[in-house]
């Protein structure tokens, strides 16, 4: 006799995602000044040697940066296990290309994701983490 299905979970959304950085400062400059994301939080915790900054983007949705003493370096290329990439969605790729290259970002060529039709690209934080940027997909 078959068993009934057991439900899904079903989530509502992602809460949060947490970053671990090499450079406390660094990367705090980049999320807050150069992508713009305001602190919502942060805190020295001593016990562990470690500040904890969360960051709000519009949809509700946190980024929590972490620093740790000596974290190890993130294996990106080849591709490992784990967070491939992290998509932001932004309202203008060409407005925001700008603003990136004004801040000594480099972006790589924006591309058109073959099923949405949207305008893509990519950048990285201070450590490497990739980005990707995904504008709106253009009206008819």
């Known amino acids: 006799m078959a068993h009934p299905p057991l439900p899904a979970l ?11 950085v ?3 400062s660094r990367s705090k ?3 807050t000044e ?7 939080n942060e805190q020295y915790r001593a016990e562990r040697q470690s500040y904890k900054l969360d960051l ?15 974290p190890p370096t993130r294996p990106s290329f080849p591709e490992a296990c784990g967070l491939r990439h992290l998509a932001l ?20 060529p924006v ?12 950048i990285a934080d201070p ?3 990739p980005i990707e940027l995904v504008g709106p997909v253009p009206g008819p």
């Open 56 to 70: 709000q983007l519009p949809d509700g949705t946190q980024l929590e940066l972490f620093s740790f003493p000596s």
């Open 10 to 20: 079903r989530p509502l959304g992602i809460h949060h995602v947490a970053l671990i």
């Open 34 to 40: 150069v992508l713009g994301l305001p602190v919502v």
């Open 111 to 122: 591309r058109t994701d073959p099923v949405t039709g949207a305008p893509l690209t990519f």
């Open 22 to 24: 090499s450079d406390y």
């Open 127 to 129: 450590d490497g983490l």
């Open 89 to 108: 969605r932004v309202a203008d790729m060409a407005a925001s290309l700008r603003v990136l290259a004004a801040h000594g970002v480099v972006a790589e």
């Open 29 to 31: 400059r980049f999320y």
